[in-house]
């Protein structure tokens, strides 16, 4: 067995050199690899020295193992978006994988998800497949991801399965945005009329109370005693601090309380129900939450996941407890090799059309080609939905915030138009 000199850099950066054996120059790179060394010159004892290139690729692969230092780190949905669909379409091509990552990993802005495409282009030279590349940075690459990689690997489509994956993706971006379009513009204009009424009960309310207790005599009406009241009990101090910044800080207390707990087991899963169940934004959840349930195991059975295992990534994928238990149940139903109806229908998180184009799908041998069909249903109707309850939201808040601000100010003129009237009198 020839002998191989080789240069190699360890994962500090710094420069090893040595001797080894192996059968060929790829199984030495390889054996290096298992050593965590990234080769950057080999060669075989007597037939060459590694001499200034080697220095060279040394040079250059310190570079990439700088590049490679900012990886660890999750990065946006967005920015896995554009690199899905680029790396698709450079493959669909005719480009090679391991050229379409060198190319991508030269041009990428983000130093993240630059340094993570210059590991996957190394671990692919080195043999690995790209799938186990990929499940090298789970922070980036969900289980949903890889599988559906090795699925296309697998079936010799991962141009294909790359373009599903990035459809996959814009669309659920897509979705995503509508749900947040719809619970962030509430939230917004309660912000704003609580900044609004701390700021008028804290700074103007008190000028307007000081001059109507100059005024002997002078009646206040009913609704500018309570706003006086309120603004005064809001400049108390009971302690170093007025009430307003106890209440401010209850709140957000309050708030992170609610946080934390929804992050445990049981109050997930009470959150989770309660979401279904809100009287506007319920509705959406709902449909948003199937949408996302058919499209994840529908791109992934269309690309040659086993059912049990789609289902698994699925229920991982699901975003909500109550639809995750009933995929659960759905996969130990589908493991008895029954159907996957029943188990739909018995957890009542599914509308009845859905159960029902599932069961046409089992039936027809074309269960994908259904979940995809339901997923943009309901992808419209959650875009339906979002337009609907925005368009009644936006009067609705708006009316408020007026009625609120418009209480406070009359309350602070209405004594000053009584005092006129009286004067006139």
Do not use: C
């Given at each position: 067995?020839?002998?191989?000199?080789?240069?190699?850099?360890?994962?500090?950066?710094?420069?090893?050199?040595?001797?080894l054996?192996?059968?060929?120059?790829?199984?030495?790179?390889?054996?290096?690899?298992?050593?965590?060394?990234?080769?950057?010159?080999?060669?075989e004892?007597?037939?060459?020295t590694?001499?200034?290139?080697?220095?060279?690729?040394?040079?250059?692969?310190r570079?990439?193992?700088?590049?490679?230092?900012?990886?660890?780190?999750?990065i946006?949905?967005k920015?896995?978006?554009?690199?899905?669909?680029?790396?698709?379409?450079?493959i669909?091509?005719?480009?090679?994988?391991?050229?379409?990552?060198?190319?991508?990993?030269?041009?990428?802005?983000?130093?993240?998800?630059?340094?993570?495409?210059?590991?996957l282009?190394?671990s692919?030279?080195?043999g690995?497949?790209?799938?186990e590349?990929?499940?090298?940075?789970?922070?980036?690459?969900?289980k949903?991801?890889?599988?559906?990689?090795?699925?296309?690997?697998?079936g010799?489509?991962?141009?294909?399965?790359?373009?599903?994956?990035?459809?996959y993706?814009?669309?659920?971006?897509k979705?995503?945005?509508?749900?947040?379009?719809?619970?962030?513009?509430?939230?917004?204009?309660?912000f704003?009329?609580?900044?609004i009424?701390?700021?008028?009960?804290?700074?103007?309310?008190?000028?307007f109370?000081?001059?109507?207790a100059?005024?002997?005599?002078?009646?206040?009406?009913?609704?500018?005693q309570?706003?006086?009241?309120?603004?005064?009990?809001?400049?108390?101090?009971p302690?170093?601090?007025?009430?307003?910044?106890?209440?401010?800080?209850g709140?957000?207390?309050?708030?992170?309380?609610?946080?934390?707990?929804?992050?445990?087991?049981?109050?997930r899963s009470?959150?989770?129900?309660?979401?279904?169940?809100?009287?506007?934004?319920?509705?959406?959840?709902?449909?948003?939450?199937?949408?996302?349930?058919?499209?994840?195991?529908?791109?992934l059975?269309?690309?040659g996941?086993?059912?049990?295992q789609?289902?698994?990534?699925?229920?991982?994928?699901?975003?909500?407890?109550?639809?995750?238990?009933?995929i659960?149940?759905?996969h130990?139903?589908?493991?008895?090799?029954?159907?996957?109806?029943?188990?739909?229908?018995?957890?009542?998180?599914?509308?009845?059309?859905?159960?029902?184009?599932?069961?046409?799908?089992?039936?027809?041998?074309?269960?994908?080609?259904m979940?995809?069909?339901?997923?943009?249903?309901?992808?419209?109707?959650?875009?339906?939905?979002?337009?609907?309850?925005?368009?009644?939201l936006?009067?609705i808040?708006?009316?408020?915030?007026?009625?609120v601000?418009?209480?406070?100010?009359?309350?602070?003129?209405?004594?000053l138009?009584?005092?006129?009237?009286?004067?006139?009198?």
């Open positions: 067995m020839p002998n191989f000199q080789y240069t190699a850099i360890d994962q500090q950066g710094q420069q090893e050199t040595g001797t054996q192996a059968g060929s120059e790829a199984e030495a790179t390889s054996q290096l690899r298992s050593q965590n060394l990234y080769p950057t010159g080999i060669v004892q007597g037939k060459g590694l001499g200034a290139a080697g220095k060279r690729a040394a040079a250059k692969a570079g990439r193992k700088k590049a490679r230092g900012t990886t660890g780190k999750s946006k949905p920015a896995l978006m554009i690199f899905t669909r680029q790396l698709a379409t450079l669909d091509s005719g480009l090679p994988l391991l050229r379409g990552l060198t190319v991508l990993g030269k041009q990428e802005p983000n130093m993240v998800l630059r340094g993570t495409i210059n590991a282009a190394d692919v030279q080195g690995s497949t790209f799938s590349s990929l499940a090298q940075h789970p922070r980036i690459f969900d949903l991801y890889v599988n559906m990689v090795k699925a296309g690997e697998l010799g489509v991962l141009e294909v399965v790359l373009t599903r994956l990035a459809e993706q814009e669309k659920a971006h979705l995503k945005n509508k749900i947040v379009a719809a619970m962030v513009y509430p939230v917004i204009v309660m704003i009329a609580v900044a009424v701390t700021f008028l009960m804290l700074f103007i309310v008190p000028k109370k000081e001059m109507f100059d005024m002997a005599g002078a009646e206040l009406p009913k609704i500018s309570v706003v006086f009241g309120f603004s005064e009990f809001m400049m108390a101090r302690a170093a601090l007025p009430n307003a910044v106890w209440i401010l800080g709140l957000f207390l309050v708030y992170a309380g609610l946080q934390f707990w929804g992050r445990t087991k049981t109050g009470l959150v989770d129900q309660l979401k279904l169940k809100l009287p506007l934004f319920g509705d959406i959840q709902r449909k948003s939450s199937v949408a996302r349930f058919s499209r994840t195991l529908g791109t059975v269309t690309s996941v086993p059912i049990l789609a289902l698994n990534i699925t229920k991982e994928t699901a975003g909500n407890v109550v639809i995750s238990e009933a659960s149940k759905v130990e139903s589908v493991k008895e090799g029954e159907s996957i109806v029943q188990p739909l229908r018995a957890s009542g998180a599914f509308p009845s059309m859905v159960i029902s184009m599932v069961d046409v799908g089992e039936e027809t041998g074309q269960l994908p080609e979940l995809l069909k339901i997923a943009d249903v309901y992808d419209d109707e959650v875009d339906n939905a979002v337009t609907a309850l925005t368009s009644v936006e009067p808040m708006i009316v408020f915030l007026a009625l601000v418009g209480a406070i100010v009359f309350a602070l003129f209405l004594p138009i009584k005092i006129i009237q009286q004067m006139q009198q």
